[in-house]
């Protein structure tokens, strides 16, 4: 079955220091990777995605992603993080093997606080 | 463009009610989708369309209807509000289905 994991329920980090946000994910072929942000009281914004290429993906407000296929993870990074990163992080994944089906199996989000 | 705009912003029902929240997007995008959030449970799909006059149902449809009558919009009908239907509604839309996904700001849902 397919699936996605953000194994942490909540990460903290100090303001400047680098930040990492999980994800593992299991689909029977290859996969379509995303990551989303939602800040509060607000809808989620794209920040990037993997489809093929490269296994590291640059997005918006400096994130970037590894795709790993051995360990089958997508963590989000970002070198130096800021306070208005705090947000609602969540990965998500389609199964490009998976014909007509056309829905993204979603995360449950792991809420990020960046700590002046 | 304004993107993807949802309507009410908050609303009260009481059980058995009726209502139906409503969705635009400005984009000629073909996909959309309807996705309901609850506290740690993160998004589940309710319904999607791939176009006008064709919808699909999602992980959790039971309760709701749609109808895609144009591209542009995209309404969700609850026929007789529960409890269990407390949430935050989000619409959004892509170009396709491996697209980004544009998010609406949600309509907050309380069933009393």
């Known amino acids: 079955a397919q699936s996605v994991a953000q194994p942490e329920d909540q990460v903290n980090v100090a303001e400047g220091n680098p930040l990492t946000v999980k994800c593992t994910y299991s689909v029977s072929g290859n996969p379509y990777l995303f990551w989303y942000v939602q800040y509060p009281n607000r809808g989620l914004q794209f920040l990037l995605k993997y489809i093929t290429g490269d296994n590291l993906v640059k997005g918006s407000y400096g994130f970037e992603a590894e795709f790993n296929k051995s360990q089958t993870s997508f963590h989000l990074k970002k070198p130096s993080a800021l306070v208005s990163d705090s947000a609602l992080y969540f990965c998500?994944?389609?199964?490009?093997?998976?014909?007509?089906?056309?829905?993204?199996?979603w995360g449950l989000g792991t809420s990020l606080a960046v700590n002046p | 463009n304004a993107g993807v705009t949802q309507t009410p912003k908050f609303r009260i029902l009481k059980i058995g009610q009726s209502m139906t929240l409503q969705c635009t997007q400005d984009m000629n995008h073909n996909y959309m989708y309807w996705y309901r959030q609850d506290p740690g449970m993160g998004l589940k799909l309710i319904y999607y369309?791939?176009?006008?006059?064709?919808?699909d149902k999602g992980e959790v449809p039971n309760g709701y209807n749609v109808s895609r009558s144009t591209t542009e919009d995209f309404p969700l009908r609850l026929e007789l509000a529960a409890p269990s239907q407390t949430s935050v509604y989000f619409c959004a839309s892509s170009i396709a289905g491996l697209d980004e996904q544009f998010f609406g700001p949600g309509t907050r849902l309380t069933v009393l």
């Open positions: 998500a994944v389609r199964d490009i093997g998976a014909g007509n089906n056309r829905k993204l199996i």
């Open positions: 369309s791939v176009g006008a006059g064709i919808t």
